[in-house]
T-cell receptor, first 113, second 116 residues
């Protein structure tokens, strides 16, 4: 079945540091890929998405590229801020599945001033 | 921006008690979901609901669980007789349609259930 493997956390960075959170997936079809973010006390919010190979999703300075050859969707940001502190979830959606989303385990990011 | 709202934000209950978690999805959304996250583990799919019936459910969603859309706005998850292992954060989500390539879900903030 479908699965998402995500970089273990927690990750602690200083402000303005470069961020990479690794995500790889296994899927039988051609899934859409997502990064969701959960700020403290809030729900899961869509951060960015990519629906086909070589697509790059981007939002708020974050980027991720759908790499079919390596089955990866790594999240990157060039310069993190304290306000980026949150839990980040990689997820996939197999077309036609009523389940909609299969999640990774989440990565806690803490950015220190 | 439209939101999915969930109540209660936190509920503590005794083992064996019934619990109802409530969700108000976005008003023009047609597909509704419950997911859960046990502390430190993955967010797991429980059930999807469309057109007043369950579309799909996971192996977690056994006979102790049920969902209902009792009126035009609420979507509830009932756990009939809670067990310790039901302690988790429960997320409600909704989606306008599932035909688009992105299948974007909007999630609520979650209801934390603690079973003692």
């Amino acid at each position: 079945g479908d699965s998402v493997t995500q970089m273990e956390g927690p990750v602690t960075l200083s402000e303005e540091a470069f961020l990479t959170i690794n995500c790889t997936y296994t899927a039988t079809g051609y899934p859409s890929l997502f990064w969701y973010v959960q700020y403290p006390g809030e729900g899961l919010q869509l951060l960015l998405k990519a629906t086909k190979a070589d697509d790059k999703g981007s939002n708020k300075g974050f980027e991720a590229t759908y790499r079919k050859e390596t089955t990866s969707f790594h999240l990157e940001k060039g310069s993190v801020q304290v306000s980026d502190s949150a839990v980040y979830f990689c997820a996939l959606s197999d077309r036609g599945s009523a389940r909609q989303l299969t999640f990774g385990s989440g990565t806690q990011l803490t950015v220190l001033p | 921006e439209p939101e999915v709202t969930q109540t209660p934000s936190h509920q503590v209950t005794q083992m064996g008690q019934e619990v109802i978690l409530r969700c108000v999805p976005i008003s023009n959304h047609l597909y509704f979901y419950w997911y859960r996250q046990i502390l430190g583990q993955k967010v797991e799919f429980l059930v999807s609901f469309y057109n007043n019936e369950i579309s799909e459910k996971s192996e977690i969603f056994d006979d102790q669980f049920s969902v209902e859309r009792p009126d035009g706005s609420n979507f509830t998850l009932k756990i009939r007789s809670t067990k310790l292992e039901d302690s988790a954060m429960y997320f409600c989500a909704s989606c306008r349609d599932t035909n688009s390539g992105a299948n974007v879900l909007t999630f609520g903030a979650g209801s934390r259930l603690t079973v003692l």
